[in-house]
């Protein structure tokens, strides 16, 4: 399984940017897909998660109401749409396949596939 993430960048405060992850469609279809960031001396937390198959959703708190993860068929891309960002959503973001139960599905150590970071960087 092979994840590649892309679309950070340098932006200011109330600002949009849109993180892609890219996979072969067989992978969207047999994983789940989390999206995750590490800010510096923090641990790597889920940030947002979207199922395979009926493509439920999750947010953690900090993030709910301002980010939005889907699914692109067309483009096999899983995307976090982030939306009036802050300074504390700078960090390395992550994606990342698991095919465990919905249950543990937000749980970061089932998480077995990791795309490369990118960075975003929210300037105050």
């Known amino acids: 399984v092979q994840l590649q993430a892309s679309g950070g960048g340098l932006v200011q405060t109330g600002g949009s940017l849109r993180l892609s992850c890219a996979a072969s469609a067989r992978t969207f279809i047999n994983y789940h897909i989390g999206w995750f960031r590490q800010a510096p001396g923090k641990e790597r937390e889920i940030v947002a998660r979207i199922t395979r198959g009926a493509g439920k959703t999750y947010y953690t708190d900090t993030v709910a109401g301002r980010f939005t993860i889907s699914r692109d068929s067309a483009k096999n891309t899983v995307d976090l749409q982030m939306n009036s960002l802050k300074p504390e959503d700078t960090a390395v973001y992550y994606c990342?396949?698991?095919?465990?139960?919905?249950?543990?599905?937000?749980?970061?150590?089932?998480?077995?596939?990791w795309g490369q970071g990118t960075q975003v960087t929210v300037s105050s």
């Open positions: 990342a396949a698991s095919s465990v139960a919905l249950s543990s599905s937000t749980v970061i150590r089932y998480y077995r596939y």
